[in-house]
């Protein structure tokens, strides 16, 4: 039981309202200052409870009924029900009491089930076993039971339960890894440092003898402050390669910063609930004017003194004394119940029936299942179904959702040379590695000398730390034959693939002991330098550098960066040459680095220690003097060569951004990483391509020039283009990417009224012309921002947003639609989401083939709804002006109560189920079928007034039909009338079924000319609800039923159907009714076919199942191709398109093994020579046409 909600408001009126500070004071181990030191003020802190549940077990029912009763349609029902209850009316109280109970209920008991899903997931993360320091010794507590100023005990592969302070590590230099896994999707390892002055402490009892309080700043969400840098460790973070660390809790519970980053839940609801509610309030006008005329007309009918009221209404004398302002509401309130079903109740039952049922349909989905995982897609909550077909922005996290996170070195460039390392051939890990030159051929010790520095660079400019294999029975798995085959861990993953690489390529990086860092080269020597100083990479200089002596003497200064810090500083080397293999490799879509180094003298060693020295020790601007240092000893490199990474991208990622792109929807990618490499993720993953002109808003251009006049270049930029696109065939296409201290600047001087205009619109204004845009260095809940500000804008699009990590949870809950991917380490995005599936490619079949059926279905379900009851009860309206608006009921209350609940209910359900009106296929084959649904467009005004008009001209048919059919009567003894020309018996029963009859068979047939995809159980559930129909009516009218009261149903249904006209006029006013339909739907298919329609045309064009085809290429399939090597894609030019995870040698003995030797054009550029570990072939530079 939770009485935290109550503890607060005690404490907040028996102690007083809490002060708020910019700080807190944090006691570790709350220890309190010495008597006399300071005062001392307890502080209240919230506890380590995780809330992410909606419901407790006290506000469930209140809260729920609260939100569903928002709801208009539900809240109208309730008062009719009252209404029923309170007065005389027509129809029972449980036409209407019974259906909404239904619906509450059920509703109810789904969304209890949800929040008790989020509930178990909150207990599990509460309850778990936490290692706290009391009295010397550690103890075992449970998770929620944390405080601030608990010492904590974290042993390795354990979670960190709340924000901690690093006291003391396990290891020597007080230091910790971490991996942020659950949090962001990283697998790398990041370094956290301890504090200087508690490093020493490495036991219980030193730790809990610590005297000492930290100041810290009050909890905020932002995650790149210095803080979180140095020694703050975040919830859900996980300790790796450290036995163990000691820390002090500094913020718990909704105060850590991963809380602080989630939005707080909401209900979330679709756009075509809000068109529900809209087409609700218009049926509800209507009712009510219906309700009016016929109140007034009455009243002037009954004006006359020899008009009253008629006999059968069995009114009192008391109640014809009424005043007549009561009897007038009365007898509208009667009038409101008796055409209350022009608001379908039902409708809404048979709408949660269908998102419930359909979302099964993903679950089941085998395509959308990973065998790696063993899951499929998941569904947390079935409202939103058909908002997946109306996505118009989809916001996607990038690592670990676009991409694997799982870097891997694809080549170097060593002074115009190319080296592809091919680590394994026949099972055997080749050894050396050579080339031939890509400019001239120089062979000799000039080029081997480039060759080594090279490789001893990347095996020296790095922060990677080396962990050996543990010990399994005796045998040290870290040795494989005769070589070390430790693995490597490091805060960038890059780094890693960097040094795997050189590894692959004969250079091994072995250890950093007593600061010398030992290689093994592939001569099997190992070699040893002295490290002397680290340059550290910071995003301002985009580069690192190391000062190492080697065993010799010699001093070197290596150095990798981004090229356009390394150039600028290249006094020698082939620079022309390696810039062009760093434009190639970047354009697709690769990581590049470049590689440098100068070597030193004595003093200008010297010179370097003094500035390095002098920067670290200063007290003021301490940052800026170090900017200095570096900017004086990086300079006069010669260039080694280059480097590219690739960071793999998931799975058909690439395929399902450019098929989004085809559905008319805009991608936008963001993500925490820096701007480079994201930009290079984004070139992979084509959401920007060669041809885009990339536009930036960040906080470095902002310094060159002010925010104000970026803005309003990059929109005159993007508007000039715009104009000139109109008049001209080419098009330019412009990428945005802007990151999170410019997007700050933005929204914040829009709020703060800047003079110089509205920012925000600006900024808006400029998305919207960009195909795509990248937003990087963004914090959670600048994410969240972004979705917001997007949601907001006058177009009010419909956006979704998928991420893989705790960082992306407030994002998912600020979208319409939130996706969580189900990662292999960490749930809580898939956990808070709406949708989970297993990769990111699912997303396609997700959207386009999923999101696009669930809408069709369910825009159709809403349209025949509100079509079939104007149809059910506009003969009900005009029946009134010809019994003297007497609240007569026209249909027999059976026929009312069943019309919805039975009659016609389980074909539009079955509809909404299975309707397919194009095939699977069809929709993957051809994204651009899904602009077609874009905007709401089968619920939009034109659409709905079409469907209402139609039912309306539907009833028209209906009651006139049969009332001139049958206008020739005669009266009979018994009062009854009888037709001259068929002698049947003719009274307002016999007519009301006849109209009814008519009805049911029209409506239903309706849907079935609508329906394309026609399975057994389609005709099993509309023939069999039509021969229920009149099943039904035979025994309703062919009993004498002991439990009624009257017996008006008698014979009549019997009587009817033994009439030759009768069988004729319901043909015939079925034929009619259903005519302008058909007409229309031929003459729009002929004048102008949507898409849609042009697609279902093309295939019946084509028999049988349509395979998938992909557009302008195919594939060429030989026998006996290897499973590692991929089939050779050809498309509008010949030219062989490498995928980077296998070998160059494979893909050309595979060309050749297809018949690609007669092309031979198409291996000119590739020369290759096998020598060694490696492979290095002659590529054509970027100018060279293939």
């Known amino acids: 039981m939770d009485f935290s909600l109550l503890r607060n408001i005690i404490s907040r009126y028996c102690v007083g309202e809490e002060i708020w500070v910019d700080n807190r004071t944090v006691y570790i181990g709350h220890k309190e200052p010495p008597p006399g030191a300071e005062a001392y003020i307890p502080q209240r802190y919230p506890d380590n409870r995780i809330v992410s549940s909606k419901y407790t077990f006290w506000n469930f029912i209140p809260k729920n009924l609260f939100e569903q009763f928002r709801r208009i349609a539900n809240f109208y029902f309730l008062v009719i029900f009252l209404v029923q209850l309170i007065i005389d009316t027509p129809t029972s109280p449980v036409t209407s009491g019974l259906p909404l109970f239904f619906v509450i209920t059920v509703t109810a008991i789904k969304q209890g089930y949800e929040d008790w899903l989020r509930h178990k997931a909150d207990c599990s993360i509460n309850e778990c076993p936490v290692d706290v320091v009391q009295q010397g010794k550690v103890a ?27 006291l003391s590590s396990s290891r020597y230099d007080g230091t910790c890894y971490v991996t942020t896994t659950s949090l962001d999707g990283e697998s790398s390892h990041k370094t956290y440092y301890a504090v200087p002055d508690t490093m020493a402490f490495r036991t219980e009892q030193e730790v809990d003898s610590l005297h000492a309080t930290i100041e810290c700043e009050q909890p905020q969400p932002d995650l790149y402050k210095t803080l979180g840098a140095e020694n703050l460790l975040l919830r859900g973070a996980t300790l790796k390669n450290t036995q163990r660390i000691y820390a002090v809790a500094v913020y718990t519970g909704m105060d850590t910063k991963m809380a602080l980053n989630y939005q707080s839940k909401s209900q979330k609801r679709s756009a075509v609930e809000k068109s529900m509610n809209a087409f609700l309030i218009v049926y509800l006008c209507i009712l009510i004017s219906k309700a009016v005329i016929n109140t007034v007309l009455k009243y002037a009918w009954q004006w006359s003194p020899d008009r009253d009221e008629p006999w059968y209404n069995h009114r009192t004398e008391a109640e014809r004394q009424r005043h007549v302002v009561i009897r007038a509401f009365t007898d509208f309130l009667a009038f409101m119940v008796l055409f209350n079903y022009i608001i379908p109740v039902s409708m809404y039952v048979t709408v949660e029936m269908q998102k419930f049922l359909g979302s099964y349909f993903i679950t089941w989905d085998e395509e959308m299942f990973d065998e790696e995982l063993g899951e499929g897609a998941q569904v947390n909550t079935s409202d939103l179904n058909e908002e997946l077909g109306q996505v118009e922005y989809v916001f996607t996290d990038k690592t670990g959702t676009l991409t694997e996170n799982n870097m891997e070195f694809i080549e170097c460039c060593v002074d115009g040379n190319v080296y592809i390392p091919h680590a394994i051939c026949n099972g055997q890990i080749l050894s050396a590695a050579s080339s031939i030159d890509m400019i001239d051929s120089s062979p000799g010790g000039y080029r081997r000398e480039y060759e080594d520095l090279f490789f001893r660079a990347l095996c020296l400019c790095h922060t990677v730390q080396v962990k050996e294999e543990e010990t399994v029975d005796g045998i040290k798995r870290g040795i494989h034959q005769g070589r070390p085959t430790s693995f490597y861990i490091s805060s960038s993953p890059d780094e890693v ?19 010398y860092m030992e290689i093994l080269n592939k001569d099997d020597e190992i070699e040893r330098f002295e490290l002397l100083h680290v340059l550290n990479f910071d995003s301002v200089r985009r580069r690192m550098s190391v000062i190492v002596k080697s065993s010799s003497g010699d001093y070197l200064l290596f150095c990798k960066g981004a090229d356009s810090s390394i150039f ?67 300079r006069d490199f010669v260039l080694l060569g280059a480097t590219a990474v690739e960071d793999r991208l998931q799975e058909k990622a690439a395929d399902t951004i450019e098929s989004l792109h085809k559905a008319g929807i805009k991608v936008w990618v963001l993500t925490g990483d820096k701007m480079e490499t994201a930009a290079a993720t984004c070139y992979a993953s084509k959401l920007f391509r060669r041809s885009t002109q990339i536009l930036e808003l960040t906080k470095k251009r902002t310094e060159e020039q002010s925010l104000h006049d970026v803005l ?16 001209s065939v080419d098009c330019l296409d412009f990428g945005l990417i802007i990151d999170g201290a410019t997007l700050s600047a933005v929204l914040k001087a829009n709020k703060e009224g800047a003079g110089h205009g509205n920012y925000r619109e600006i900024f808006l204004e400029i998305c919207r012309n960009c195909s795509a845009v990248l937003c990087c260095r963004m914090a959670p809940l600048q994410k969240a921002q972004i979705v917001k500000l997007i949601k907001a804008s006058k177009e009010h699009p419909i956006t979704l947003a998928i991420g893989d990590g705790a960082n992306d949870v407030s994002m998912i809950l600020e979208a319409h639609v939130g996706i969580g991917i189900m990662g292999k380490e960490g749930r809580q995005a898939a956990r808070n989401s709406d949708y989970a599936i297993p990769k990111f490619k699912h997303l396609k079949k997700m959207l386009l083939v999923h999101g696009h059926y669930y809408y069709i279905r369910i825009a159709e379900l809403v349209q025949y709804f509100f079509y079939k009851n104007v149809c059910f009860i506009f003969p009900q309206f005009l ?76 009833a028209v048919i209906f009651f006139f039909g049969a009332y001139f059919l049958f206008d020739n009567t005669t009266f009979t003894s018994n009062g009854q009338l009888m037709t001259t020309n068929t002698q049947m018996m003719f009274g307002n029963w016999t007519f009301g079924t006849l109209v009814f009859t008519v009805l049911v068979f029209t409506v239903t047939l309706k849907l079935a000319l609508d329906t394309h ?23 309703w009218g062919g009993i004498i039923w002991p439990f009624l009261n009257y017996q008006r149903m008698y014979y009549v249904f019997m009587q009817m159907l033994s009439s030759g006209p009768a069988w004729l006029s ?121």
Not at 890 to 898: I, Q, V
Not at 1155 to 1180: E, H, K, N, T, W
């Open 497 to 515: 693939a960097l040094v795997e690489g050189m590894k692959r390529l004969g250079y091994t990086y072995l250890r950093l002991k007593d600061n």
């Open 140 to 166: 075992r507590t449970q998770s929620h039971k944390l405080r601030v100023g608990d010492i904590v005990m974290v042993r390795e592969d354990e979670t960190f339960p709340c924000d901690l302070i690093l």
């Open 1013 to 1035: 995809h026609w399975t057994w159980i389609n005709h099993f559930v509309i023939w069999g609800s039509l021969l229920f129909y009149v099943i039904f009516s035979l025994l």
């Open 1066 to 1186: 319901i043909i015939l006013l079925i034929t009619v009714s259903l005519l302008p339909d058909v007409i229309k739907k031929v003459l729009c298919r002929a004048v102008c076919p949507t898409a849609t329609e042009r697609a279902q045309e093309r295939e019946k064009l084509l028999p049988g199942s349509v395979a998938e085809l992909t557009p302008l290429a195919f594939r060429r399939s030989h026998k006996g191709t290897s499973a590692d090597s991929s089939p050779l894609h050809l498309g509008a030019v010949e030219t062989l398109s490498l995928r980077r995870s296998g070998p160059l040698p494979q893909k050309l003995l595979a060309h050749l093994a297809e018949g690609g030797g007669a092309d031979v054009c198409s291996l000119s550029p590739y020369m290759l020579r096998l020598s060694g570990a490696g492979f290095a072939y002659y590529a054509p530079g970027p100018e060279t046409s293939v």
């Open 879 to 954: 029946y009134q002006f010809y019994c003297g608006f007497s609240q007569q009921p026209l249909y027999d209350t059976a026929y009312l109560t069943l019309y919805n609940i039975s009659f016609t209910s389980l074909p539009i359900l079955l509809y909404s189920l299975v309707e397919q009106h194009v095939t699977v296929e069809t929709l993957k084959r051809e994204p651009s079928l899904y602009r077609d649904i874009a905007k709401n467009s089968l619920l939009r005004w034109p659409v709905f007034l079409y469907w209402t008009c139609l039912g309306v001209f539907d």
């Open 568 to 634: 600028p500083r290249v006094v020698s080397g082939k620079v022309e040459q390696v810039k062009a293999r760093v434009e190639q490799n970047a354009v697709e879509g690769l990581r590049t680095l470049c590689v440098a180094y100068r070597r030193l003298s004595e003093s200008e060693y010297q010179e370097a220690c003094h500035h390095l020295t002098e920067a670290k020790l200063a007290l003021q601007d301490r940052e800026q003097r170090l900017a200095q240092a570096y900017d004086i000893i990086e």
């Open 712 to 727: 309003f270049e990059l929109n005159r930029t993007v508007l000039r283009q715009r104009s000139i696109s109109g008049l």
